[in-house]
């Protein structure tokens, strides 16, 4: 096989592969980020469109419709973006990478990327297992959604 058949081929199984993960739940699909499009501006994107944010190799899933423009990237407009995690199991020992405009679960832990420390999403009133989306990190909520983890 020549090395233009080689690559043909290689193309030919990556968009068969991009073409299956567009049906994978978002557990799936946090394994395998670079099998979802690109994000990139001028793009006009709808509730559920996921795309792969190089600069952070994160997954995020999109929030409002809109068209992209250069200064609403993913990681700085979590109204829009919401990142896409679910390989950690959210305990002590297997923390989820927090970001700003991620769902959190009540009950599960987080690794805060700015103070590196570890924090309990809880809130009086709340049942293990919802979910609230914030905008914020885990150590600028301490006391309201969250607590240290010892």
Known sequence: ?????????????????????????DEQAAAVPTL??????????EVDD??????????????????TQSDWTPDVTPAMWAVIDV???GTVED?????????YIYGKYYLDPEDQKIYLCKRTGEEEGGTV????????L??????EAA
């Open 1 to 25: 096989m020549t090395l233009e058949q080689k690559l043909t081929r290689a193309r030919q199984l990556r968009k068969a592969a991009m073409i299956a993960a567009a049906d994978y739940p």
């Open 36 to 45: 979802y499009p690109a994000w990139t501006t001028g793009e006009a994107v």
């Open 50 to 67: 996921r795309r792969y944010y190089e600069p952070d190799g994160k997954l995020y899933k999109c929030r409002q419709a809109h068209t």
């Open 87 to 89: 390989a950690h199991a």
């Open 95 to 103: 923390p989820i990478p927090a970001s700003r405009g991620m769902d």
């Open 133 to 140: 989306n914030l905008q914020y990190l885990p150590h600028e």
């Open 142 to 147: 301490v006391g309201q959604y969250f607590e």
